[in-house]
């Protein structure tokens, strides 16, 4: 009997046709990242920032995996710094193709999952389409939710009809007992604010505690309540409107004496 397998094989040249048209698709995939990335320096939201991983095995920027950081300025969750991770899939931007979001930082809310620290996408987009969701929406939403005043749905625009599910036991806690809930939101506040500097391994953000220098500076520019924006100089307090340029650097200079 002859051999048959021959024809249930792929021929080398359509192997190689294959693999070329897959990397085509791919660099257009990444080309269409990339040009999201660029559009987020003029409309990304105010208090949230990316950056691109590096990836290990190139030393490059990766544009499918990012480390993130929202800055929360007034509401519930007032001077909150929480950490995140964003990765999309090698599909992205396809229809259905949802980009994760995961916070480093504990974040006690009803749109994210209490174990995994997920940001719930598909309930607040349940259609993903290529044509009206982008990066931009993700971090939009993803600031969102620590500004909205219900988690139980209802309003107009996109993400807004449907109700938080990934932590329902928050969701009833802000409805039933808005009491509890605050006191569960500034909790994960002061943490995040306690594990600023810890910086996960690889990422792209890295948080620095101030030099003692910097310190004196601020110090000096800004002020403390307690002493009626005074600061001393040579053993004398001064406000801080008659200090002259001497006395700043004066004030450095000691800061960096004693730091040595």
């Known amino acids: ?15 190689t046709k294959s693999a070329a048209q897959s990397e085509r698709d791919r660099s257009l995939r990444d080309h269409k990242v990339a040009i999201e990335y660029k559009h987020l320096r003029v409309h990304a939201p105010g208090g949230v920032y990316i950056v691109p991983a590096i990836d290990p095995r190139t030393q490059e920027a990766d544009v499918r995996s ?11 969750y007032a001077n909150g710094v929480f950490k995140f991770k964003l990765r999309l899939p090698p599909r992205y ?3 259905g193709t949802y980009p994760l ?51 139980d749905g209802g309003g107009e625009g996109d993400a807004a009809s449907a109700p938080a599910v990934a ?14 809930y605050r006191r569960r939101v500034e909790e994960c506040v002061r943490d995040s604010q306690r594990q600023i500097y810890v910086n996960e391994p690889g990422s792209t ?16 520019l800004l002020g403390r309540p307690d002493d009626e924006d005074k600061v001393a100089v040579d053993g004398n307090t001064a406000p801080l409107t008659q200090l002259s340029i001497g006395d700043i650097v004066k004030k450095v200079e ?3 004496k004693v730091s040595g």
């Open 93 to 95: 931007n396809d229809v």
């Open 66 to 76: 990012y480390h993130g950081v929202v800055f929360v300025r007034r509401g519930p």
């Open 254 to 256: 000691n800061a960096s």
């Open 1 to 15: 009997m002859a051999d048959r397998s021959w024809s249930t094989s792929v021929p080398e040249t359509d192997k």
């Open 101 to 151: 979001v995961r916070f480093v930082s504990y974040v006690y809310n009803p749109h994210v999952h209490p174990g995994t620290g997920e940001l719930d996408l598909r309930t607040a987009y349940p259609q993903w389409s290529p044509k009206k969701h982008y990066l931009v929406t993700v971090l939009t939403f993803l600031k969102k939710i620590f500004y909205v005043k219900s988690f």
């Open 167 to 180: 932590n329902p036991d928050a969701r009833e806690m802000h409805r039933s007992d808005p009491a509890s």
């Open 205 to 220: 953000f890295r948080f620095t505690e101030d030099g003692v220098c910097l310190k004196a500076l601020r110090e000096m």
